[in-house]
């Protein structure tokens, strides 16, 4: 299918809008003044009847809708942030009402002739889709947006990376019960373990996502194909380790990059410093760096820690930190259909 | 020196007995029977007079005495968990006393002449002693006693490894206010911010320790040199990212390990689980890998997330978790004494 053009204003639905993703997907709509002609607040039967907060709206508020394959009959743009199994359930219906579904969850990312999209990284292929776009997962958007600059100047050739993840990216239960869990720690009562594997309050659980079979858990691996999908690098060597920490919502990474051929730390920072979407955050002597407790609501994936790392030819390390909820989810799918209204 | 052997029963002394390493270099005394003939516990002016629990003594504690350059007089083993400025003051005291000094600080370590040491690593080291005896940080330590075992059955290359740091690095004063500062963010008060760069609650910070020239961190350097000392390694290529994150007391680490031969992950495992003082804990389809927030007070280093690194020949990845005050501090120092008397 060739690429159809939208009309300046769209009529944009968010799926999974009392989500998580989804509310954020709606304030984000609301503080980058999308131009939609209309924007529909959709989930699941349960939640019909709720409003959720969207200023343009009158009173500052829609209604929710049940959604059905109905839901998407003059609708342009379709944000899904519901999980994987609704999204397979409704794809065929989103298409064949000849909206663009702009796909939060992991279930098409690496299907063929559906492009894996960070607009700062890879921008053209949103415009091969067939009808479906799929945002990339949260660890992978900061990772590739911080490697992409680099990449242009000095080729990559391998990464070896270790993630701080935020409860966050378990979504919004899993956040109430780092809450809850840290305030029964202290008050020294038995800890509720529902929404990850193991306690999260005051500890650190190497496990996010199921395990494959070769003892690499699927973020990991989600990491790994999803990069070299989006940078167009199959021959890109990844290392990647997931841990779940206690933060509530911005994920952090510490990355080893190791190049091709010879990068300074001043060419990497002016490369990063240039990028759109990176704000650098480096100053040790100021003891200025991104942390990931203290930028939670912000856009930009922060770069800091930048070191030549000399264990290997051509190398460098850095930290970075963004809000898994804004660029590693509900930012960067609104981004995508800016990119899409732009052409 | 020559190696001047100790008697059977000797006579210890405590220095810094009131602070958390102090106290756990006590508890750690009695849990292992350590057959001291006197166990003497010292701490500044300020502490003299206060009580310390020590089950052996009457009444199960030891009333603190002010510590001077006569304190070590009769003494044959001075455990120093005082800070490296006491350390280095009272040096020469405890040496002309003819007792062995053990220093926790990072005072005498990278000296030459001055073993640094962890018993199942480089046990002989101990007995080159001039007097002083360094104990190694605590983030290197539970890295070397994983990676020896494997560097005996495959030399190694290059090893990247990010930290997840407990905040009882940082002293007992520190893991307050880890404590303070959730209850607080919970309680959504202002955050007291005193023995950190910044809060730790609900945050990481990339930042342990002074930072120097290089943009690297103190902690990173320490983690790289001591490595190299105690594993006899001065070519092993070391990247190392020091993360301090809101756990109390375990530290936890991911490796990823370049061997210059083959080694499978079965071969590492078997490795790992015939090494004294290393506990394997890595059943993924159980859920089971060690983590920092439920392994407080545990004595062994900890291994899981086992798997083969394919971004970069023979390469392996793996985590760990101990207790920092214990194998971090505390136990090691006792276990270089236990050495001592060894032979």
């Known amino acids: 299918m060739a690429f159809k053009s939208l009309p300046a204003n769209p009529v944009v639905a968010v799926a999974g809008a009392t989500g998580a993703v989804g509310r954020e997907m709606l304030l984000v709509l609301e503080q980058l003044e999308f131009p939609a002609a209309e924007v529909r607040a959709l989930a699941s039967e349960r939640s019909a009847g709720k409003t959720v907060p969207f200023k343009p709206a009158p009173g500052g508020e829609l209604t929710v809708k049940a959604m059905t394959p109905e839901s998407f009959e003059g609708v342009d743009i379709a944000l899904f942030a519901a999980g994987a199994d609704v999204s397979i359930e409704l794809r065929e219906a989103v298409v064949a009402a000849g909206a663009v579904m702009i796909d939060n969850s992991s279930a098409f990312r690496m299907e063929s002739g559906v492009p894996l999209v960070v607009p700062e990284v890879n921008p053209d292929d949103a415009f091969e889709h067939q009808g479906v776009i799929a945002n990339p997962n949260c660890s992978t958007i900061q990772m590739v947006a911080a490697l992409a600059p680099l990449n242009k100047i000095a080729p990559i050739k391998r990464v070896v990376v270790s993630t701080y993840q935020a409860a966050s990216g378990a979504g919004a239960a899993a956040m109430d019960e780092l809450y809850n869990q840290s305030r029964d720690f202290l008050d020294d009562k038995p800890l509720a373990v529902e929404h990850f594997a193991h306690q999260i309050a005051f500890n650190c659980i190497p496990h996010i996502d199921v ?60 490369a990063l410093e240039a990028a759109p979407g990176i704000v650098v955050m480096d100053d040790p002597a100021a003891k200025s760096y991104p942390m990931p407790g203290l930028l939670a609501g912000s856009d930009p994936v922060y770069v800091g820690r930048l070191r030549q790392d000399t264990s290997v030819p051509h190398g460098l390390a850095f930290w970075n930190v963004a809000d898994q909820i804004r660029k590693g989810a509900a930012l960067n799918a609104v981004q995508i259909a800016q990119l899409l209204l732009s052409r």
Chains 1, 2 share one sequence.
């Open 211 to 270: 395990f494959m079979d070769d003892a690499y858990t699927k973020e990991e691996w989600k990491m790994v194909v999803e990069t070299k999908k989006i940078m167009h690098a199959p021959a890109l060597e990844l290392a990647v380790n997931c841990v779940r920490v206690p933060v509530l919502r911005c994920h952090a990474e510490m990355i080893n990059v190791e190049f091709a051929s010879e990068l300074s730390v001043a060419d990497a920072r002016a």
